[in-house]
């Protein structure tokens, strides 16, 4: 009983704390700025540039594998504790009795921040803590980045940064004149990004009345800005910007560009009939009221062509189904499509070819190339031979091209067209050698054969001979102008 007394007296009058001592505190807090210096010297080490870096453990593993992270929960409470109570016990035996809840700074915690698991702060957490804090980004973060955020840089110098694609912060040019002077620098240095760059911090900090109002002396500046705006969409500004500028046929013909944002056709007509009223050229305001008006017809001939195709009334759209709407499409598509389904159509009615010619002063030219193009794709060589003959005030018929029958053979035969009908237009050529170099290269024999009996040619004749076949008739024919050459000869 005296053995039992005597340990409980021992045991209520002994205690496992020591008194603080500035030895003990400055003992941690060197440990703790020793600690602080190795992680700094390792920011010599990194490679910072080097993103494939692997980090490994102590343990010799990669940082981050999953037996990793089993070890470094299992030993968060055992080994990085008595280790840290070991080298604490050496300044003061006070700190051998704290609670053991594991410390969160193991060697390999330096790596990867606070370690999580970790509910309470050691003495080093507390003495150090600033927030939540991970030291992995600022051991990898270049040096020379620190600079970008805490020196002040001039004007100048900040342009050269951005120049070399250097991270530079803005904000800190504040005054008007500051800014001023950084957009005549990134201007006077002709890079494109930064003079953008620079434009949208002042887009963003300064009044549109100020902005507006020194961009108007610099035009180089401005035409980047006005740029930027349109292709970012920013129409809003665009229009303010130009309204200022008093620029009122540019605000006229942004404003006409939203119709193509409209996608409902309805809403997009009306849109344009509101157009024709903006401040535009008189040019300008002719193709506005162009645009108005084939919207209009485009809309009336999609009404009646839908109803027909789905009716099956019609035996050219069962034969040739419409591949696409004919809404919005250009003037010279719309042509085109009249030609292919509407050719034979009276002048009155909106969808004709020639209704359409008139309305819009469709050129001769190009209305017979889109109308032979047309006709030929659907092989009617009825059209073709009507569209390019023409009748003079005698009533005498000829054939006609505006745009050259050397075209008309080139599209023709693109649509397969018989060498019957090649052949006939190809005689219309009138340059010789052109003459003879299509009839050659669509085998035209008999034009070929015609050619040279006009240039009396005999040396060609004979040797055209040998690429026609033989036995056929342009064969004979060739023979029978050699003797006919052989003939004419002798009589001399």
């Given at each position: 009983?005296?053995?039992v007394r005597?340990?409980?007296e021992?045991?209520w ?9 500035f030895d ?23 490679d910072?540039?080097d ?8 343990s010799?593993e ?5 037996s990793w ?5 299992a030993?968060g409470s055992t080994?990085s504790l008595?280790?840290?109570d070991?080298s604490?016990q050496?300044g003061?035996?006070?700190?051998a ?5 594991g410390?969160?700074?193991?060697l390999s915690?330096l790596?990867k ?5 970790s509910?309470f702060?050691s ?16 051991l990898r ?5 620190y600079?970008d ?8 110098d900040?342009v ?10 803005l904000?800190?040019f504040?005054?008007?004149q500051d ?15 930064v003079i953008?760059a ?23 500046a401005?035409c980047?800005?006005?740029?930027f705006l349109?292709?970012?969409g920013e129409q ?5 910007l130009l309204?200022f500028?008093?620029?009122t046929?540019?605000v006229?013909?942004?404003q006409y560009?939203?119709?193509l ?5 309805e ?14 050229s008189?040019?300008d305001?002719s193709?506005?009221q162009?645009?108005y008006?084939l919207?209009?017809?485009q809309i009336?001939?999609e009404a009646?062509?839908?109803?027909l195709?789905m ?5 050219l759209?069962?034969k ?8 919005n ?5 719309t042509?085109?499509?009249?030609c292919?389904y509407?050719y034979?159509?009276a002048?009155?009615?909106f ?10 002063k469709?050129?001769?030219k190009?209305?017979?190339l889109?109308a032979?193009?047309a ?15 023409t009748?003079n005030?005698?009533g ?5 091209a505006p ?10 035969q ?12 190809v ?9 003879l170099n ?6 035209c024999?008999?034009?070929v054969i015609e050619?040279?009996?006009d240039?009396?040619?005999r040396i060609?004749?004979?040797?055209y001979?040998?690429?026609?076949e ?11 102008i ?11």
């Amino acid at each position: 009983m005296s053995r039992v007394r005597a340990d409980e007296e021992e045991y209520w009058h002994s205690s496992k704390f020591r008194a603080f001592t500035f030895d003990d505190e400055d003992d941690e807090l060197s440990q703790l700025k020793e600690s602080k210096r190795t992680v700094n010297s390792l920011r010599d080490i990194v490679d910072d540039d080097d993103d494939d870096l692997e980090r490994v453990s102590w343990s010799g593993e990669p940082v981050g594998s999953i037996s990793w992270s089993i070890k470094e929960t299992a030993s968060g409470s055992t080994s990085s504790l008595d280790g840290r109570d070991s080298s604490l016990q050496k300044g003061s035996s006070a700190y051998a009795a704290l609670p053991k809840q594991g410390s969160s700074y193991s060697l390999s915690s330096l790596f990867k921040g606070r370690n999580k698991l970790s509910s309470f702060q050691s003495l080093s957490d507390a003495l150090t803590d600033t927030g939540v804090k991970n030291f992995a980004p600022e051991l990898r973060r270049p040096r020379a980045e620190y600079k970008d955020y805490s020196s002040d840089w001039s004007p100048k110098d900040t342009v050269r940064r951005m120049q070399r694609g250097k991270v530079c912060s803005l904000e800190r040019f504040r005054s008007l004149q500051d800014k001023l002077v950084l957009l005549d620098e990134a201007v006077a240095g002709h890079d494109g990004n930064v003079i953008t760059a620079v434009l949208i911090f002042l887009k963003r900090t300064l009044r549109r009345e100020i902005l507006f109002r020194e961009l108007e002396v610099r035009q180089v500046a401005l035409c980047h800005l006005i740029h930027f705006l349109r292709e970012m969409g920013e129409q809003k500004f665009l229009l303010d910007l130009l309204r200022f500028l008093d620029r009122t046929e540019e605000v006229a013909l942004s404003q006409y560009r939203e119709h193509l944002n409209i996608q409902d056709v309805e809403k997009r007509r009306e849109f344009l009939k509101g157009c024709i009223g903006l401040p535009f050229s008189a040019e300008d305001t002719s193709h506005i009221q162009d645009h108005y008006t084939l919207l209009e017809r485009q809309i009336i001939i999609e009404a009646n062509d839908r109803h027909l195709e789905m009716a099956g009334q019609s035996e050219l759209f069962r034969k040739y189904p419409r591949k696409a709407s004919i809404l919005n499409m250009p003037l010279v598509t719309t042509l085109f499509y009249s030609c292919f389904y509407h050719y034979t159509e009276a002048e009155g009615m909106f969808s004709s070819p020639t209704n359409l010619k008139k309305t819009f002063k469709i050129p001769d030219k190009q209305y017979v190339l889109t109308a032979l193009a047309a006709r030929a794709k659907l092989r009617a060589w009825g059209d073709v031979d009507a569209l390019l003959t023409t009748k003079n005030w005698l009533g005498y018929t000829k054939k006609k091209a505006p745009i050259g029958f050397h075209r008309v053979v080139e599209i023709l035969q693109r649509n397969n067209a018989p060498v019957q009908v090649l052949q006939e237009y190809v005689r219309l050529v009138e340059d010789v050698d052109t003459r003879l170099n299509l009839a050659t290269k669509y085998k035209c024999h008999d034009v070929v054969i015609e050619t040279y009996r006009d240039l009396k040619d005999r040396i060609q004749l004979t040797a055209y001979k040998d690429k026609v076949e033989r036995g056929s008739a342009e064969e004979e024919k060739i023979h029978s102008i050699l003797s006919n050459m052989v003939r004419i000869a002798y009589s001399f």
